[in-house]
């Protein structure tokens, strides 16, 4: 491995190779964090070449700048990945993360290549970050499209829906170590984005799909309130609602998400957590009791919630977002006289309790998009090297509906 870690500077250029006659230019763009990584080294020959890489040259060991001109000459595939470099301690540190190059080898039989496209961000990276080994991969999935295989199942210009992590470029044989899910070729969306493969189309459709029905179980009339509502699952699960024929309350933190909520997907209510007192508000829009609640949240809103649930209730947990950037444990909440005094039923999942149903809920929501029952819209940020942004965005709460980075 060769460090670059003293070339570092925001957009430093290292320039000219001339190499057996052929003169090369090349740019090697560095941001703060960009670190360079050779997997693999072939040590070809390289004497006589005349290199200039102005005053770093000092840097740069024999041995990388054969690699570099092993990349130009044989267009190696270079990777860039980020890496869980230092634990999440509170909030994200963009210096918890670091970008390197990695140069990835030939493919081999059974194998193939695959360039993300789009890359998901999600609250769970940094739920499990106390988990992430550090020096790994930092954690996701992405859409990614075939450019290389030598495997029957990955043909090429095919995409998959795949946890990679976050990286441009990886060589998969299909069987993935360690991660929830293989790689699978994105079903037919019927022309809708391929970006719903790693959104309403994958596993965040499946979560609020199988989250509500299978847990909540809501009935027509009855009345449903949704944390989160304005995001990626939230968003999905109250609409899903309203298709049941409930009465939809969304909480979420923007009066532009509310907006979007009640004029745009239906729902019946919407309270600014934020900004308005979130158990009268409650109190109004539900008067007879709350029936159903999908727990995105955690926290004071949702023990608010559980509080006017009505008579044999049905809480879905999902998620706890207000948690996961705490240093300190959480106060004490006590919900056991509500869950026992009204019997409420308060079951925890995981969407991998589905996998053998993922089709199903894919296959639903697709066709309820189709409908016009069903939207799913997405915030978008464009660049692989904004990945952390676009994540710590939407921890913010930046987003409506799904976060995704566009490569
Ligand atoms: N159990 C499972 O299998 C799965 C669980 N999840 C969980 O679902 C939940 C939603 O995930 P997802 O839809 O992907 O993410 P979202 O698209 O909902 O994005 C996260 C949202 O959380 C809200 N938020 C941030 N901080 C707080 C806070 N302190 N209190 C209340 N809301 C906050 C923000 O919206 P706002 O403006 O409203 O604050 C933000 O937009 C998460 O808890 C996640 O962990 C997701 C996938 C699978
Ligand atoms: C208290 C911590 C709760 C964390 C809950 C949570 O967010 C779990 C999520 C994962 C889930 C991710 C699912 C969808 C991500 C969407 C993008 C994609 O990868 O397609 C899955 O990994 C299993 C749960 O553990």
Known sequence: MCSMESLNGRGRETDIFHTKGVSVSLQAKLSNNVNVLYNRYTVGSSFGNKIKLGRYSHCLTYTCIISFVNIVQNKMVLAKVFKYQHMFRGFPKFSDLKLVEEELPEIEDGEFLAEAVYLSVDPYMRAYAPRIPIGSTMIGSQVAKITESKNPDYPVGKYVVANFGWRTHTISNGKEEGVVFQPYILPDFEGLPISYGIGGLGRIGNTAYFGLLDICKPKEGETVVISGAAGSVGSIAGQIAKIQGCTVIGIAGSEEKGKWLT???????????KTD?????????????????????????????????????????????????????????LIQFPLVFKQLRMEGFNVSRWSDRHMEGIKQNLKWIKEGKLKCRETVTNGFENMFEAFTEMLKGKNVGKAVVKV
């Not at 004029?263 to 957590?273: A, M, R, T, V």
Request: proline share 3%; aromatic share 12%; hydrophobic share 35%.
């Open 263 to 273: 004029e745009e997907l239906g729902f019946d209510h919407f309270i600014n957590y």
């Open 277 to 333: 007192d979130v158990e009268k508000a409650l109190k109004a829009a539900a008067p007879n009791g709350i029936d159903c609640y999908f727990d995105n949240v955690g926290g004071d809103i949702s023990s608010t919630v559980i509080y006017q649930m009505n008579h044999f209730g049905r809480i879905s947990v999902c998620g706890s977002i207000s948690s996961y950037n705490s240093i300190n444990e959480p106060e004490d909440i």
